[in-house]
């Protein structure tokens, strides 16, 4: 290598029908180098100047398999099998699962639930704080509620799901 920098570009085209063959043997040929390589300049924000700069290394159709363990996964998601083999575009969907209650970490005043299957799932921070937790309320701070509220004279026992903690703690 000569040490540049490099990513590694794959992508997944679907619907072209009858004509993915033709479509293959375009992307394939050398007459496209310079459209990809202009379409990731502007992607990158390097604009025509970029081009110059870049350098297409190898093309592959199908594209060349990776594993999972390169893979980023969006934010409540998880990469559970990093030695799983995933092509192209395709690699975030097969390599990325969503979290479940057995890796979700419960907030402030807060335990995992009892009762909740670890193996379910659950997509945000607020779908995980209800799928997952209770909250404690001898730890809810329901004095900002006003007088009259708290504490509960069973609190140190007392849990709630997150949603209904203002009217049960």
Request: proline share 5%; net charge neutral.
């Given at each position: 290598?000569?040490?540049?920098?490099?990513?590694?570009?794959?992508?997944?085209?679907?619907?072209?029908?009858?004509?993915?063959?033709?479509?293959?043997?375009?992307?394939?040929?050398?007459?496209?180098?310079?459209?990809?390589?202009?379409?990731?300049?502007?992607?990158?924000?390097?604009?025509?100047?970029?081009?110059?700069?870049?350098?297409?290394?190898?093309?592959?159709?199908?594209?060349?398999?990776?594993?999972?363990?390169?893979?980023?996964?969006?934010?409540?998601?998880?990469?559970?099998?990093?030695?799983?083999?995933?092509?192209?575009?395709?690699?975030?969907?097969?390599?990325?699962?969503?979290?479940?209650?057995?890796?979700?970490?419960?907030?402030?005043?807060?335990v995992k639930r009892r009762s909740a299957d670890p193996g379910q799932a659950c997509a945000n921070a607020?779908?995980?704080a209800e799928q997952c937790c209770v909250q404690l309320c001898a730890d809810y701070d329901c004095q900002?509620?006003?007088?009259?509220?708290?504490?509960?004279?069973?609190?140190?026992?007392?849990?709630?799901?997150?949603?209904?903690?203002?009217?049960?703690?």
């Amino acid at each position: 290598g000569t040490g540049a920098h490099s990513i590694m570009v794959q992508a997944t085209i679907r619907g072209c029908g009858s004509s993915c063959a033709a479509a293959r043997d375009s992307i394939l040929s050398a007459a496209t180098d310079d459209l990809v390589l202009q379409r990731v300049a502007l992607v990158t924000g390097d604009g025509a100047k970029g081009v110059a700069k870049l350098a297409l290394q190898d093309k592959s159709c199908p594209g060349n398999p990776s594993k999972c363990f390169s893979v980023e996964c969006p934010e409540f998601t998880v990469n559970a099998n990093p030695l799983r083999a995933c092509y192209g575009a395709s690699c975030v969907e097969t390599c990325c699962s969503p979290v479940t209650c057995s890796r979700v970490a419960c907030g402030k005043g807060m335990v995992k639930r009892r009762s909740a299957d670890p193996g379910q799932a659950c997509a945000n921070a607020t779908d995980c704080a209800e799928q997952c937790c209770v909250q404690l309320c001898a730890d809810y701070d329901c004095q900002s509620y006003g007088e009259g509220l708290c504490p509960r004279s069973d609190a140190l026992f007392a849990t709630a799901v997150p949603s209904q903690a203002k009217e049960t703690c």
